[in-house]
């Protein structure tokens, strides 16, 4: 059984245009849409829903799930899968995160296109496994050992949730890079409307498939085909006789393992891939910041308050904004640094005792002070005390 | 049997140049394995562009790297994880598995369990040591009671793990163990896996003069192979010694691995299993019209 993608099966399992569903229901509804043809899943509160939601679908558009052992498992079943022509994805929370990070590394070293919905929760440990937090940002973007850079998405909304996961495999597929959606417990387990969109309503990317002739194929070095520092891809079954390896490789993908400047034009390449598009990668809301004087600099859940609060301190008077990132890494380096020199104070409301704060402080403007103002326990910031922070920060 | 292939043609044939000299030491039984594996897939005329290797971390785990075929070496433990997202993602292709007894059953073991207990269809080869050879020589699961280790360097005194045995019990679908210088079986048991649609695990019993010889006083491979002969024995002799034997002999076999096939039964593997159930729901999705 080879997967294709079935436009009308797909809908038809997925049922009516408009639904009012969990946000995890939602990521499992948006990979259906992009087309994830594998799911390898573990059970972990508050991330199951997704994985129950693929185990229920998938077969019914051909798709293949299975419930691996464990974590490490799953990203690497996912990531075996992806080297055989399917978009892959797996689901999970922090402890389940943490366990990835060797696979994601991986996943990183043999640019291998594939997704991780992290539906985070709080640590260190087991932490509070029922309730929402925004625990992991950090490991997302410095999880693995050695250098990397990432590409993490944080939906608000239980719709971000299922237009994320099709934007989350159409980076993965572009950039052949582990795509992080970085949802959370409060998102996941929130139910609201959403729409599914139509066909011609999305686009899909795929990786371009490698097509030069076999002894001329270079899989580890820049695009052999476009201008771009992505090589094609080839499948595995296709001919091409590809040896991938997480050790340091050259272009033809052998091992270079005391070979410094195989190592450096290796590494440099898969980040700058990345980090050379930050600004295509850059997708910002910008809510209210025309004449503000201060900012709150937001992403994921605790947007949902934010923005509340931005209108309760606006019918007082206060000159607040709010920048949310739907995409966090890469960082918005150019906008939050414009901001800064716009605004006198930047306030960064969190779900953890400070992560994105740091990317915000290193990029800011010296004279902007950044003002962290988070939130942990497992309960969101109410607009209210968010208020409360502006008003102190006048 | 066919007609054995020159060794030269083979070489011609399956492996990469480019990664050539191997990084096997001198006694390593790990390239007669490969060899073996190249005899199996010639002589059963499998395209070498339908099968995927997999491996994980070790000197057995570099094998794939030699092998001129699609190959994911993979991080340590993990190469059984991979080679199930594999086959999922395309069933057509053959799954060959390298790894190693410290990768498979150490670090490994959860994926290799499941991996048996779930039947996926695949071949394992794996090169069992008992010692973690490419990191100098430290103590592996399957190290035999009292052997000395970098980090058992005054005996072992755990129990070690029976692999083969192990598999059999999780309900792999075929079972070999084999040392490696048995030339013709390990041939015919990779050949039975290849073709088994089930879990094929096949245990080769791999010589490591610098790791574990060395220090057990076995590093003259003469040596080394004389104790795998005094130290095996056949799944049928043990069977009949066990029930026709002296107590002097039985104590005598206990201790000795036994060798031969374990387990050869025909079941469907988890993807043929998988599509069975794909059918089901897409008929009844049809029936409906589709509907949710």
Known sequence: MRYERDPERIRRVLGEKVQFIQGDMAVTYGALLAGVSFFGGYPITPASEVAEGAARLMPRVKGTFIQMEDEIGSIGAVIGAAWAGAKAMTATSGPGFSLMMENYGYAIMTETPCVIANVQRTGPSTGQPTLGAQGDMMQARWGSHGDMTAIALAPSTVQESLDMAIDAFNLSEKYRHPVCLMTDGEVGHLREKVVIPDEDEMELIDRVPATVPKEEFLPFTNSQTRDSKVPDFPTFGSGYRTYVTGLTHNKKGFPATDKQKDHEELIRRIISKIEDDREALTDLEEIQLDDAEIALVTYGASARPSETAVQIAREKGIKVGMLRMRITWPFPIKQVNELSKKVNKIIVPEMNLGQMVHPITEYAAKDCEIVLAPKVGGEMHLPVELVEILEANL | ?292
Not at chain 2, 117 to 145: C, E, H, K, S, W
Not at chain 2, 155 to 163: D, L, P, T
Not at chain 2, 248 to 261: A, N, P, R, S
């Open chain 2, 1 to 292: 049997m066919t007609e054995m292939a020159d060794a030269n043609v083979l070489r011609e044939k399956y492996l990469r140049d480019g990664m050539l000299p191997t990084i096997f030491c001198n006694g390593c039984g790990h390239g007669v394995a490969v060899d073996y594996t190249l005899r199996a897939i010639e002589e059963l005329e499998i395209d070498i562009d339908t099968i995927a290797l997999a491996s994980g971390i070790g000197c057995s785990s570099r094998i794939p790297g030699y092998i001129n075929a699609d190959g994911l070496h993979t991080t340590h433990g993990r190469a059984l994880s991979l080679a199930t997202g594999i086959k999922a993602a395309n069933p057509e292709l053959n799954v060959i598995v390298f790894t190693g007894d410290g990768d498979c059953t150490g670090i490994g073991g959860n994926h290799f369990i499941h991996a048996a207990r779930r039947n996926i269809d695949m071949t394992v080869i794996l090169l069992n040591n008992f010692i973690y050879g490419m990191t100098g020589g430290q103590l592996a699961p399957t190290a035999p009671l009292g052997s000395i280790a970098t980090t058992a360097p005054y005996g072992n005194i755990e129990q070690a793990f029976n692999i083969s045995e192990l598999a059999t019990a999780l309900g792999a679908a075929y079972v070999a163990r084999w040392p490696i210088f048995y030339p013709y079986q390990p041939i015919k048991s990779i050949k039975d896996g290849l073709q088994n649609k089930g879990f094929a695990l096949i245990e080769l019993m791999s010589p490591c003069p610098t790791a574990y010889g060395r220090r057990n006083k076995l590093g003259k491979i003469d040596a080394l192979w004389t104790w795998y002969e005094d130290n095996t024995i056949l799944i049928e002799e043990y069977e009949k010694i066990m029930n026709y034997g002296t107590d002097d002999e039985k104590e005598k076999v206990k201790q000795m691995f036994q060798i031969g096939v374990f387990q050869n039964e025909v079941k469907a593997g988890f993807f043929e299993e998988y599509e069975k159930m794909v059918e089901r729901l897409i008929e009844r999705d049809d029936a409906k019209g589709g509907g949710k």
